[in-house]
């Protein structure tokens, strides 16, 4: 009798922790996707005096380590730097005030920014802008619309062959559906 009661409680004592495992990872990691739209402004972002003005096309990444939507992009910017990169585009990273983490191996070659002036009104990340040659703003906004972001559906690659070929682009303001992190507060 003492056996068995210690079986069941054995079971009801596993079964209980199973369960916390599986709560505590579903709500730390699987969100559902959020079909609102977020409205990209680059109307007040800098680049900080040091990669101001006239110079290589410029990419700045910002990075929230603690938002499970990056893992959808890394791999793709991992692409993006081996990519551009030989062609002279610029990559850096801003991560999230206050936040700490550390990006991926495939992404070390990354500049870490210290601060970019209007970056504090974000509306969300993963976000990506980039600057011309001219030190212009040429976009801001998310890597892509949807919940996944990979070559075939980003925004990145055609602005960056426009840029690189010469062309100009002027997308500093976008409205995207996607999964996104708030990045202030």
């Given at each position: 009798?003492?056996?068995?009661?210690?079986?069941?409680?054995?079971?009801?004592?596993?079964?209980?922790?199973?369960?916390?495992?599986?709560?505590?990872?579903?709500?730390?990691?699987?969100?559902?996707?959020?079909?609102?739209?977020?409205?990209?402004?680059?109307?007040?972002?800098?680049?900080?005096?040091?990669?101001?003005?006239?110079?290589?096309?410029?990419?700045?990444?910002f990075w929230d380590p603690?938002?499970?939507?990056?893992?959808?992009?890394?791999?793709?910017?991992?692409?993006?730097?081996e990519r551009f990169a030989?062609?002279?585009?610029?990559?850096?990273?801003?991560?999230?005030?206050?936040?700490?983490?550390?990006?991926?191996?495939?992404?070390?070659?990354?500049?870490?920014?210290?601060?970019?002036?209007?970056?504090?009104?974000l509306p969300a990340s993963?976000?990506?802008?980039?600057?011309?040659?001219?030190?212009?703003?040429?976009?801001?906004?998310?890597?892509?619309?949807?919940?996944?972001?990979?070559?075939?559906?980003?925004?990145?690659?055609?602005?960056?062959?426009?840029?690189?070929?010469?062309?100009?682009?002027?997308?500093?303001?976008?409205?995207?559906?996607?999964?996104?992190?708030?990045?202030?507060?």
């Amino acid at each position: 009798m003492a056996k068995r009661l210690f079986t069941l409680l054995a079971l009801l004592l596993g079964a209980a922790a199973l369960w916390w495992a599986y709560d505590s990872f579903q709500s730390r990691y699987l969100r559902p996707f959020d079909n609102q739209a977020t409205l990209f402004d680059g109307n007040q972002l800098r680049l900080p005096p040091e990669l101001a003005g006239p110079g290589p096309i410029r990419v700045v990444h910002f990075w929230d380590p603690a938002c499970p939507c990056n893992v959808g992009n890394q791999q793709h910017l991992g692409e993006l730097v081996e990519r551009f990169a030989p062609l002279g585009v610029s990559f850096h990273v801003l991560q999230k005030p206050g936040s700490h983490g550390q990006l991926p191996a495939n992404l070390g070659a990354l500049k870490p920014l210290a601060n970019l002036p209007g970056s504090e009104q974000l509306p969300a990340s993963p976000a990506v802008a980039i600057w011309d040659r001219d030190g212009q703003l040429a976009y801001f906004g998310p890597y892509s619309e949807g919940a996944v972001c990979n070559a075939s559906n980003s925004f990145i690659e055609p602005i960056l062959r426009a840029l690189h070929e010469g062309r100009r682009v002027q997308a500093s303001n976008t409205l995207a559906v996607g999964c996104y992190c708030p990045w202030a507060g």
